[in-house]
Nanobody, 122 residues
Framework: VQLVESGGGPAQAGGSLRLSCAAS????????AGWFRQAPGKEREFVGV????????YYADSVKGRFTISRDNANNVVFLQMNDLKPEDTAVYYC????????????????WGQGTQVTVSS
């Protein structure tokens, strides 16, 4: 397993969680790291990307202003800070790296974590 997510769990609507993505035994690869999520019965969707080669982040409209991606270079971890959580944020969250291109599509990434469950109750 090359990428390991953690930090998921239950949360109340309006609350916060911080997800972590650790690169196991290596540094992050490609031009950025992204987060995706998959809700029950739905396809996996883009959440956001941190493109460190150009120093920008980009988020899906559904999370813009509430979620923030950051990187701790010293500890080789990428974070997804999730604030003002909503029940519709309930999903398994995946991080990925080895990105090429803009990083907004699953096919842009080569390596994936196993996912961490986030459940938001109203």
């Amino acid at each position: 397993v090359q990428l390991v997510e953690s930090g998921g769990g239950p949360a109340q609507a309006g609350g916060s969680l911080r997800l972590s993505c650790a690169a196991s035994g290596r540094t992050f690869r490609g031009n950025g790291a992204g987060w995706f999520r998959q809700a029950p019965g739905k396809e996996r969707e883009f959440v956001g990307v941190l493109r460190w080669t150009v120093g920008i982040t980009y988020y899906a409209d559904s999370v813009k202003g509430r979620f923030t991606i950051s990187r701790d270079n010293a500890n080789n971890v990428v974070f997804l800070q999730m604030n003002d959580l909503k029940p519709e944020d309930t999903a398994v969250y995946y991080c990925a790296d080895g990105a090429v291109g803009a990083g907004r599509r699953q096919s842009d990434y080569r390596y994936w974590g196993q996912g961490t469950q986030v459940t938001v109750s109203s």
